[in-house]
């Protein structure tokens, strides 16, 4: 997994609860990196999981809720380091429909290593998109989060219902842009 989504979960926490927070958690995922992560560096996501364990254990909020809220503040987090990747984009549904064929090229461009869930759009108007999402690590309410997100940053509302599908780790997205 990226390194900048360790980092950044890490200045998340610091930031919304405390740097203090941020060790503990670090502290009691007993990763084996001790949780020295660097933004250009890929790790196992292991480390993710044994992170995401402790703070459903800490915070007592469900696993989708973090991996919703992370998503969010990841999405902000990325658009500013890595604002080129959304030039040009008038939306958040023209940055889903070209999401897999052009900003995860630019991802993989920096990120080579980088395992990167896959986004295909099934169908598509002004409006709505039903995108098909396949990720081996189910990290779904992540993307939900990072939907949101860019959703926001184009100063857009959007609506979003997701199925899971009968094939392993995919899922489909329903995606309305409201007026």
């Known amino acids: 997994m990226l390194g900048i989504v360790f980092t950044t979960l890490v200045e998340m926490l610091e930031e919304k609860v405390s740097p203090e927070f941020a060790d503990e958690v670090i502290v009691e995922a007993n990763l084996d990196n001790d949780g020295a992560y660097t933004a250009v560096g890929y790790y196992p996501f ?3 999981q044994k992170l995401l364990t402790v703070l459903v254990d800490k915070t007592g909020k469900p696993l989708d809720a973090l991996l919703y809220d992370f998503g969010l503040y990841l999405f902000t987090k990325l658009a500013s380091a890595h604002g080129q990747v959304m030039t040009g984009r008038t939306g958040i549904l023209d940055a889903l429909s070209v999401l897999d064929n052009d900003i995860h090229v630019q991802v993989r461009k920096l990120y080579p290593d980088a ?8 169908s598509q ?19 939900e989060g ?9 100063g857009q509302r959007i609506s979003r219902q997701l199925i899971k599908l009968d094939q392993p780790h995919t899922y489909e997205f329903s995606i309305r842009v409201e007026q």
């Open 146 to 154: 990072l939907m949101d997100g860019a959703a926001a940053h184009f």
């Open 115 to 122: 395992d990167l869930p896959t986004f295909n759009v099934i």
């Open 125 to 143: 108007t002004d409006n709505c998109m039903r995108l098909r999402y396949y990720s081996s690590r189910d990290l779904y309410s992540l993307a």
């Open 46 to 48: 292991s480390d993710m």
